[in-house]
Each structure stands twice: as structure tokens, then as C-alpha cells.
């Protein structure tokens, strides 16, 4: 079974300063892993994917994700955050080997970029 | 919110009433898609369909039931079977079931139950 962990619910960051929000996963075979934004009452929109090759992948809004096999993680990234990025991400993640496979979603992190 | 729209925005349901929640698209995407989105839980698949007059149940599919008659639509009813319908519902789509394609979410249907 597959699985994506966010083991923080809540990251709080000044505004200029880097941002991470960390995802870990677990699937049988190779992953494609997604990063999604969702601001309140909306839907989510695509921010960025790996599927294979480069191991940092960049995105929408000047977001990128560092794909790490041996750490099994996925954390997305910006050099500078604004107060605009803050929103709930959600990392997902499909195994690619063989069928159909469901899309499995973490819980959301909820990011607050403080003035 | 791409090319996707649902509606209501708001939707309050009574106790033993179905209600049915309205998704199009015209992405001219094959995959269709209904999660359930509550606090703290991230999203769960109800029904996925990979092609026109075909569907599948998700992980929590019981209390809901879907259609799938044109390739822009994917109507979701909340049957009275539902014991516990407040939540936050999204419809996505995406080219094809699988593989790496992204999936295109709606604003999202938010059903209280009176």
C-alpha cells in the first residue's frame, strides 16, 4: 500500500526568508509525487511533479521540490516566501508500477508567512 | 480552478434527503474524479471514472453514488445512506486514470446537513 506523511501541520515562516514544507512517502514501486496549493474554500491547483530524471524539480509561483530516494522524501521549497503563499499544500503520491493506481494524498500542511 | 466547475458552492441537505452534486468539465479529460475533503484528514477518493458509462468505487464510496452519461459530466449523489455527509466535496479530472498525469480540481461543493 502507499502511503505520504506531512509531519507538520502547520509551518510558520517570515516573509523573504526560505521556506520548506516536508513530505516523506512509501510505494512498492517508482513514484510520481505531486504538489498541489489549496486556498481557503477552493480547490487545489497543481503546483509541480516528479516523475523521473532531475532530482529537483521546479514549479509554479517559484516553488521547486527536491526528490530524495534513499530519504523517500519530496519537500517542497522557495529561496523567499511572500504572504501570498500562504495556503494549505498537499504533497500526493502514485506508484507507477503496473495499472491503475489511485492517487494517495498527505493531510496538508498549512503554511503562514508572517509580515 | 482550471476548466472545471461545480455547484452549489453551498449546499445544506436535511436529514433522509439526497442531494445531488453538479461537476463539468471541459478539459476534454477522459478521468473524472469526487474526493471528500474533511479537517485534518486530506482528501479521500469517493468514485473515480476513466471513460464515459464507466466507474469505480473509491475508498469511502458507500452512502454516495455517481454517473457518468457524457464525458463533461460526473454528477455525485449524497444518498440518505450517508451517515455523516458535512464535508467539503472536490471534483477533479485528468487525461487519463494513472500514470503521471496531474489532476484538475473545481472550487468545491460544501454540503452541511441540517
Known amino acids: 500500500a502507499q502511503s505520504v506523511a506531512q509531519p507538520e501541520d502547520q509551518v510558520n515562516v517570515a516573509e523573504g526568508n526560505p521556506l520548506t514544507v516536508k513530505c516523506t512517502y512509501s510505494?512498492?514501486?517508482?513514484?510520481?509525487l505531486f504538489w498541489y496549493v489549496q486556498y481557503p474554500n477552493r480547490g487545489l491547483q497543481f503546483l509541480l511533479k516528479?516523475?523521473?530524471?532531475?532530482?529537483l524539480v521546479k514549479g509554479s509561483y517559484g516553488f521547486e521540490a527536491e526528490f530524495n530516494k534513499s530519504q523517500t522524501s519530496f519537500h517542497l521549497k522557495k529561496p523567499s516566501a511572500l504572504v501570498s503563499d500562504s495556503a494549505l499544500y498537499f504533497c500526493?503520491?502514485?506508484?507507477?508500477?503496473?495499472?491503475?493506481?489511485?492517487?494517495?494524498f498527505g493531510t496538508g500542511t498549512k503554511l503562514q508567512v508572517i509580515p | 480552478d482550471g476548466g472545471i466547475t461545480q455547484s452549489p458552492k453551498y449546499l445544506f441537505r436535511k436529514e433522509g434527503q439526497n442531494v445531488t452534486l453538479s461537476c463539468e468539465q471541459n478539459?476534454?479529460?477522459?478521468?473524472m474524479y469526487w474526493y471528500r475533503q474533511d479537517p485534518g484528514q486530506g482528501l479521500r477518493l469517493i468514485y473515480y471514472?476513466?471513460?464515459?458509462?464507466?466507474?469505480q468505487k473509491g475508498d469511502i464510496a458507500e452512502g454516495y453514488s455517481v454517473s457518468r452519461e457524457k464525458k463533461e459530466s460526473f454528477p455525485l449523489t449524497v444518498t440518505s445512506a450517508q451517515k455523516n455527509p458535512t464535508a467539503f466535496y472536490l471534483c477533479?479530472?485528468?487525461?487519463?486514470?494513472?500514470?503521471?498525469?496531474?489532476?484538475?480540481f473545481g472550487p468545491g461543493t460544501r454540503l452541511t446537513v441540517l
Open positions: 477533479a479530472s485528468s487525461i487519463g486514470v494513472g500514470g503521471a498525469s496531474e489532476q484538475f
Open positions: 471514472s476513466q471513460i464515459v458509462n464507466d466507474f
Open positions: 510505494v512498492s514501486g517508482n513514484p510520481y
Open positions: 516528479y516523475i523521473t530524471g532531475d532530482n
Open positions: 500526493a503520491v502514485r506508484d507507477s508500477s503496473g495499472g491503475y493506481q489511485k492517487v494517495t
Open positions: 478539459l476534454n479529460h477522459d478521468a
